[in-house]
């Protein structure tokens, strides 16, 4: 993802004030986290067939990237790869790790630009357009151009290490979906290691009419699909991804892996923060295993792309932007301790009580909301104010505990079966303290308006390999930031010698298989980088004064948007 310049930097990341007790942690768990948090007797068959997505939880962008951004960047006088790299960079320090980049052929030079930055990119050539219309006219290509076309792009960057998928249709009517399944079938064959997939949005399902789209579903290891309820036609309804799109979906495919894009451009209407993680954390307790947003506006600006398009999070001037923010303070969470619930089985029917605070067996607390009715029936709806979503398996379960209420604050007891003796905050990875009752054991929760987090119940040994697990992957993203912040800093004349040599070791270390040493030299690295950057006043000066600057980018945005030429 991209940064404004090469000076531009995020700072001090949490992992290093956690490093003592990370290192800890992984010498006591050594070589067993993966075998201790995958649970392959009984794991989705998706993942089985592709490995590479056990560790993976997707969080990005639809249109993260797309021929806007050509548009963009010449406009602002510079090259493509420039404006792309600082894109990427940016999406990375919101810890985006997956994007969809539209109408766009993910090539090998793209890829290898996304994996500098730990992005996987699902390629998204409109090779099927040639051939069917999103209504389902036929046009010139025929279906042999088509699948030689794919044939021939697939077998270029099917062994990339940054390839997330084939993208093979958008938002099509269901007549398109017999063309697609005969792609989907096709890439399956020529790659049966990475899923192939279309961008679903026609509900409900089960039309007889249009059967078709049922069987292509059923057909999928992976279900990409949109809904976009933050408008007046919805009666700003958050939870309605959660309860009819991913639940529709459940229905002819349970297997499959759901991959909901949520709305985060204005659609008539912008989503308010609160609304943003309903839409999130609802969608996620429903059993969705990834999440990406519509739509990233770093790409691109209307006078550069000659289109009144939609405002979307972020802006192209790489500014402090709230929705992107809160995108990034989520993502922080879920893409380190989202991957523990992936290979788990989605629980509806879990057994998790809800209380009021300190009160387990009492009436839980709800809040009244009015939809319009799309998808569903119009008129209030009565919601719990704190919800629980669950995942099981053998091991360990994890909680998607969540307040649904967008304008309140709200507490409460939850309370778990006897027979899980642990739980662990996976956002602090913190014990919570059980109270033990005749229902089973509770603990207290208070949460922000529409906010949630991930919480792990188990024994002992799953708590130690799901703190040691969250913590490697908030390390890793830790290392990258830190060597990318190395990098900007020798382009402008640091002696990062030090720094660097630091890195090279704690690479090694990780390599090694000894994450304690590797967590410690991460550290050192940390401060040896500061250090050097305040022996260089010219670079920090620039540095400080653009980073004070990001915060007024966003009111400049807002001001050239609505500028008169």
């Given at each position: 993802m991209r940064k404004g310049t090469v000076v531009t930097t995020a700072r001090r990341h949490s992992f290093f004030r956690l490093a003592p007790w990370f290192c800890l942690a992984l010498a006591l768990i050594g070589g067993s986290l993966q075998a201790a948090e995958a649970e392959v007797a009984d794991e989705p068959a998706a993942l089985g067939r592709y490995p590479y997505l056990r560790d993976l939880f997707p969080y990005g962008f639809w249109l993260a990237d797309a021929p806007h951004t050509e548009r963009l960047a010449q406009a602002l006088g510079e090259t493509y790869e420039a404006r792309r790299a600082k894109l990427f960079e940016d999406l990375a320090r919101h810890h985006v790790n997956a994007i969809l980049p539209a109408n766009r052929a993910a090539l090998p030079a793209y890829l290898d630009a996304a994996w500098e930055y730990g992005l996987r990119v699902a390629t998204m050539p409109?090779?099927?357009?040639?051939?069917?219309?999103?209504?389902?006219?036929i046009r010139d290509k025929d279906l042999e151009w088509v699948k030689s076309r794919w044939g021939g792009h697939a077998g270029h960057i099917k062994s990339h290490p940054a390839l997330l998928g084939y993208h093979?249709?958008?938002?099509?009517?269901?007549?398109?979906?017999?063309?697609?399944?005969?792609?989907?079938?096709?890439?399956?064959?020529?790659?049966?290691?990475?899923?192939?997939?279309?961008?679903?949005?026609?509900?409900?399902?089960?039309?007889?009419?249009?059967?078709?789209?049922?069987?292509?579903?059923?057909?999928?290891?992976?279900?990409?699909?949109?809904?976009?309820?933050?408008?007046?036609?919805?009666?700003?309804?958050?939870?309605?991804?959660?309860?009819?799109?991913?639940?529709?979906?459940?229905?002819?495919?349970?297997?499959?892996?759901?991959?909901p894009i949520i709305q985060a451009f204005a659609y008539s209407q912008w989503p308010t923060l609160p609304e943003l993680r309903?839409?999130?954390?609802?969608?996620?307790?429903?059993?969705?295993?990834?999440?990406?947003?519509?739509?990233?506006?770093?790409?691109?600006?209307?006078?550069?792309?000659?289109?009144?398009?939609?405002?979307?999070?972020?802006?192209?001037?790489?500014?402090?932007?709230?929705?992107?923010e809160e995108i990034g303070r989520i993502g922080e969470h879920l893409t380190t301790a989202g991957p523990l619930l992936l290979p788990l089985r989605y629980a509806p029917d879990y057994r998790a009580g809800v209380g009021p605070p300190n009160s387990p067996t009492g009436a839980p607390e709800t809040f009244d909301a009015y939809v319009y009715g799309v998808l569903r029936p119009a008129g209030a709806l009565r919601l719990p104010a704190i919800h629980v979503g669950a995942f099981t398996g053998a091991a360990y379960d994890v909680l998607v505990v969540h307040n649904d209420d967008?304008?309140?604050?709200?507490?409460?007891?939850?309370?778990?079966?006897?027979?899980?003796?642990?739980?662990?905050?996976?956002?602090?990875?913190?014990?919570?303290?059980?109270?033990?009752?005749?229902?089973?054991?509770?603990?207290?929760?208070?949460?922000?308006?529409?906010?949630?987090?991930?919480?792990?119940?188990?024994?002992?040994?799953?708590?130690?390999?799901?703190?040691?697990?969250?913590?490697?992957?908030?390390?890793?993203?830790a290392a990258r930031m830190l060597r990318l912040d190395t990098e900007h800093a020798a382009r402008c004349g640091v002696d990062t010698t030090a720094t660097s040599a630091l890195?090279?070791?704690?690479?090694?270390?990780?390599?090694?298989?000894?994450?304690?040493?590797?967590?410690?030299?991460?550290?050192?690295?940390?401060?040896?980088?500061?250090?050097?950057?305040?022996?260089?006043?010219?670079?920090?000066?620039?540095?400080?004064?653009?980073?004070?600057?990001?915060?007024?980018?966003?009111?400049?945005d807002t001001w050239f948007a609505h500028a008169p030429i």
């Amino acid at each position: 993802m991209r940064k404004g310049t090469v000076v531009t930097t995020a700072r001090r990341h949490s992992f290093f004030r956690l490093a003592p007790w990370f290192c800890l942690a992984l010498a006591l768990i050594g070589g067993s986290l993966q075998a201790a948090e995958a649970e392959v007797a009984d794991e989705p068959a998706a993942l089985g067939r592709y490995p590479y997505l056990r560790d993976l939880f997707p969080y990005g962008f639809w249109l993260a990237d797309a021929p806007h951004t050509e548009r963009l960047a010449q406009a602002l006088g510079e090259t493509y790869e420039a404006r792309r790299a600082k894109l990427f960079e940016d999406l990375a320090r919101h810890h985006v790790n997956a994007i969809l980049p539209a109408n766009r052929a993910a090539l090998p030079a793209y890829l290898d630009a996304a994996w500098e930055y730990g992005l996987r990119v699902a390629t998204m050539p409109l090779y099927l357009g040639h051939h069917v219309d999103h209504a389902g006219n036929i046009r010139d290509k025929d279906l042999e151009w088509v699948k030689s076309r794919w044939g021939g792009h697939a077998g270029h960057i099917k062994s990339h290490p940054a390839l997330l998928g084939y993208h093979v249709f958008d938002e099509p009517h269901p007549l398109v979906t017999p063309k697609i399944r005969d792609i989907t079938d096709f890439l399956r064959q020529v790659d049966p290691t990475h899923p192939a997939f279309y961008t679903q949005q026609n509900m409900p399902l089960g039309n007889k009419d249009w059967m078709d789209e049922w069987r292509l579903i059923e057909s999928l290891d992976v279900l990409l699909s949109d809904c976009y309820c933050i408008q007046q036609a919805t009666g700003r309804d958050p939870w309605l991804y959660g309860d009819v799109t991913v639940s529709e979906l459940r229905r002819p495919n349970p297997e499959a892996l759901n991959w909901p894009i949520i709305q985060a451009f204005a659609y008539s209407q912008w989503p308010t923060l609160p609304e943003l993680r309903i839409m999130v954390y609802h969608t996620i307790a429903h059993g969705a295993k990834g999440m990406f947003f519509f739509t990233a506006n770093q790409s691109y600006v209307s006078w550069a792309t000659d289109l009144g398009f939609y405002d979307g999070a972020g802006n192209p001037w790489f500014g402090k932007e709230p929705l992107l923010e809160e995108i990034g303070r989520i993502g922080e969470h879920l893409t380190t301790a989202g991957p523990l619930l992936l290979p788990l089985r989605y629980a509806p029917d879990y057994r998790a009580g809800v209380g009021p605070p300190n009160s387990p067996t009492g009436a839980p607390e709800t809040f009244d909301a009015y939809v319009y009715g799309v998808l569903r029936p119009a008129g209030a709806l009565r919601l719990p104010a704190i919800h629980v979503g669950a995942f099981t398996g053998a091991a360990y379960d994890v909680l998607v505990v969540h307040n649904d209420d967008p304008w309140r604050a709200h507490s409460a007891s939850v309370t778990l079966g006897a027979e899980r003796q642990r739980v662990l905050d996976l956002a602090t990875l913190e014990l919570v303290h059980l109270t033990r009752g005749r229902l089973g054991n509770s603990f207290e929760v208070a949460m922000e308006p529409g906010d949630g987090r991930l919480y792990l119940a188990g024994d002992d040994a799953a708590v130690d390999a799901a703190r040691a697990a969250v913590l490697g992957r908030r390390h890793d993203h830790a290392a990258r930031m830190l060597r990318l912040d190395t990098e900007h800093a020798a382009r402008c004349g640091v002696d990062t010698t030090a720094t660097s040599a630091l890195l090279e070791r704690s690479a090694r270390a990780a390599a090694d298989g000894d994450p304690g040493t590797a967590g410690e030299v991460l550290e050192l690295a940390q401060t040896s980088l500061a250090q050097a950057e305040a022996g260089s006043p010219d670079y920090s000066t620039v540095r400080d004064a653009i980073e004070s600057a990001r915060r007024d980018f966003n009111s400049v945005d807002t001001w050239f948007a609505h500028a008169p030429i």
